[in-house]
């Protein structure tokens, strides 16, 4: 029997993987805890969360580290001592039972989001400052500047940020990064906090700070103001301030904290509008309010990583206002937040195990207080009951109000319901009239959407006929063109004539030089001409095909005991046997996944096979080279290829204009060094493609071809 305390139980249940290296180093430091870990969905939803969490999960977890996830009852974690939040706020938790009803320590994240969040306020301010929206449109338009026309911005009239002042609303660990950030720009800094800061003890920062950050003392503001009231409030935003950033915590005393009044103070009534950003949450900002200041100018221009309600509507105005920029709640996403987000708790557990005060404890007590010296200014209001954690206050008022909002959401249900009743019974009163309307607009839809997408991507009606030909003038691959255009890039159009001289097309080239791509856009230019759309095409004459038969790209299916060749070679077999002469073919680097001879001959027997048998339209790729020399005597067989132009200094470019040919050098180094792989590594194989080359007594291409063709009597023999 063993002897000694139980180890005590953390349990890391979070929304995201949690590195090895992090798991590693917590088991190293702490061998005394038990440590597991679960990964969950993001998500808000708590009963959702709890059918990814059993019950009996949270019975022996003593130290809970979590975003979202909480046991349902206190009951079912009847050993649990600490609770720290992934998150620098607690709202998530304050109205769960640990919260309200326990005096379970509860510790946050604050201090950790500083750095990538006063990076994001930067950046966002410097956008509106220097007007970076217009130039980025520049840019997209191709255009080096133009004069600013009526209703834009002057991306000329740029003012820098030497000796203008920021107001920071909330100066936590956030706001002093901030604060840092504007002062090393030249600006000055005033700060505001819910509570008085007049001692050098208390403007320092007592939480978790990330090396070489903050303002660990308190020194950078000029001057500080605090409370909660509205006339505190308007105090300091009348401190002629030029950009505020909002990073107050959200509670019961800060929605709707900024609202028109305030920003009318903050602007000295429209006189000096300002730059305001919130980073906090959204309901702290009067949204429909700030709109409306946006648009009236009382307020110079906006940047929210976070809105009221999230996600943001698709409709609401907020989006199209060239003075907002909006990002999705993103602000404090970065790739060292998991990293420092486990320091953070390391030195909690650290802390814990000396008897020493943890770091960010979530005090439960302010907003009780908060209540309290209210409720006392109001007339009539008396407490009924007290809890360690809530207090209860018995106002007539109140209970009246509460009992007509009660009567008004009944009546509201009521109402709802006989609405949907009505519209219910209408509904299948004319569902055959609806049916029938759906499958016109139905009808409609697709003939309005093709028509559009012809007009914009410039696309031509097919001509379909009854032969065997596929002619295609200037063809383009219908997303990859689209692709190229967004990024400003040209795509090259290619011609293909398959099927009246020619039945087949053997392709050569480049890695990544488009062979894939041009197979898949005449199967497509097929399909969509087919489907009665118009293609991406100069001109396209199509004969109708009975079936279009792919074996492109690469994949195995272990749970069916399949290798990647296995699965070649069932899809290259369906096609051999299914194949018709109206058929349409296209066959990538088909006998890749095995020794080159035999690549090469499962290759060459179905070139053979689809020539002679199938007799239908083929385009095949392959790196095999050899198979243009075994097929140099094929009836009605071209061979095309794409190129890499190469400069004297050693730079190339691909070439993806198809011309008639064979190219025998597949230039996979280029294609490594591009990956990154390491030049050692391509230097060793740079000097074995040389050893290759030289034994074989050919250039590129050519290394077992001699072999091959000296073979091809046999193969030809076995394939017909």
Excluded at 41 to 49: K, N, Q, R, V
Aim: aromatic share 6%.
């Amino acid at each position: 029997m063993g002897g000694g305390p139980a180890k005590e139980h953390v349990l890391c249940i979070l929304p995201y993987p949690i590195p090895t290296s992090i798991k590693t180093e917590l088991h190293k430091r702490f061998p005394n805890l038990n440590i597991t870990y679960k990964e969950v969905s993001f998500t808000t939803d708590a009963e959702a969360l709890r059918k990814e969490v059993s019950t009996a999960t949270w019975h022996d977890v003593t130290i809970l580290y979590t975003l979202f996830s909480f046991p349902e009852k206190l009951s079912d974690a009847p050993n649990l001592r600490l609770v720290q939040l992934a998150s620098a706020g607690s709202n998530q938790i304050q109205k769960h039972p640990i919260f309200t009803s326990s005096d379970i320590t509860i510790t946050t994240n604050s201090g950790i989001h500083g750095p990538q969040i006063a990076e994001w306020c930067v950046m966002t301010a410097l956008i509106q400052s220097h007007r970076y929206n217009t130039l980025h449109d520049l840019q997209k338009e191709h255009r080096w500047g133009k004069p600013a026309e009526k209703g834009e911005y002057d991306y000329h009239s740029v003012r820098d940020m030497v000796g203008r002042r920021l107001g920071v609303l909330g100066y936590g660990s956030i706001g002093r990064q901030v604060g840092r950030m504007a002062k090393a720009m030249g600006m000055d800094v005033v700060a505001f906090t819910a509570t008085p800061k007049d001692t050098p003890e208390k403007k320092k920062d007592a939480g978790f700070i990330v090396p070489g950050t903050g303002d660990a003392n308190g020194d950078i503001p000029s001057a500080w103001y605090s409370g909660l009231d509205k006339e505190s409030l308007h105090h300091f935003l009348k401190q002629d301030i030029d950009w505020l950033v909002v990073s107050v915590p959200l509670t019961e005393q800060t929605k709707h904290f900024l609202s028109t009044a305030e920003f009318k103070a903050l602007s000295q009534d429209g006189k000096k509008p300002a730059f305001i950003q919130n980073i906090a949450r959204g309901p702290i900002i009067d949204q429909p309010a700030l709109i409306e200041a946006l648009k009236d100018g009382t307020i110079a221009a906006a940047a929210l990583d976070v809105t009221d309600p999230e996600p943001l509507p698709k409709d609401s105005e907020l989006w199209d206002m060239p003075n907002v920029t909006i990002t999705p709640h993103v602000s404090g996403v970065g790739s060292s937040y998991a990293e420092r987000s486990f320091e953070l708790f390391k030195t909690n557990l650290e802390r814990r195990e000396k008897g020493e005060r943890l770091l960010n404890v979530v005090r439960r007590d302010r907003g009780s207080r908060d209540a309290q010296r209210t409720l006392a200014k109001v007339e009539g209001a008396r407490s009924i009951a007290t809890s360690k954690s809530t207090q209860t206050f018995y106002l007539s008022d109140w209970t009246h109000l509460g009992v007509r909002v009660d009567d008004s959401k009944l009546r509201i249900r009521t109402e709802e319901e006989r609405v949907f009743s009505k519209l219910r019974a209408q509904v299948i009163e004319n569902l055959m009239k609806l049916r029938r309307n759906a499958a016109v607009l139905d009808e409609l839809d697709v003939a309005c959407s093709s028509a559009t997408v012809s007009k914009e991507r410039n696309l031509v009606r097919p001509i379909l006929n009854e032969s065997t030909s596929h002619n295609i003038v200037g063809g383009r691959h219908p997303t990859v063109d689209v692709g190229l255009k967004e990024q400003g890039r040209p795509f090259t159009a290619n011609d293909c004539a398959v099927g009246d001289h020619e039945k087949t097309y053997l392709i050569t080239g480049a890695n990544m030089a488009g062979k894939s791509t041009y197979l898949r856009q005449n199967a497509l230019i097929t399909i969509l001409a087919q489907t009665g759309c118009f293609v991406p095409a100069d001109y396209a004459a199509i004969g109708l095909v009975d079936k279009i038969f792919s074996r492109v790209g690469s994949a195995d299916n272990l749970y069916q005991d399949q290798s990647t060749f296995m699965v070649e070679m069932l899809e290259t077999a369906e096609i051999l046997k299914q194949a018709t002469p109206r058929s349409f073919v296209i066959m990538d680097e088909v006998g890749r996944g095995t020794t080159p001879e035999d690549g090469i001959a499962v290759g060459y027997a179905a070139l053979h096979h689809l020539q002679y048998v199938n007799q239908c339209r083929t385009l095949f790729a392959t790196h095999f080279h050899a198979l243009a020399d075994m097929t140099r005597d094929f009836e009605g067989l071209g061979c095309f290829c794409t190129d890499v132009a190469e400069e004297a200094d050693g730079t190339w470019a691909y070439v993806h204009r198809l011309r008639r040919g064979v190219n025998r050098e597949s230039h996979a180094l280029k294609v490594a060094r591009l990956a990154g792989m390491p030049e050692s590594a391509i230097a060793v194989a740079g000097e074995v493609l040389a050893d290759l080359h030289r034994a074989s007594g050919g250039g590129p291409g050519r290394t077992s071809a001699r072999a091959d063709i000296e073979n091809l009597g046999r193969l030809r023999a076995a394939a017909g």
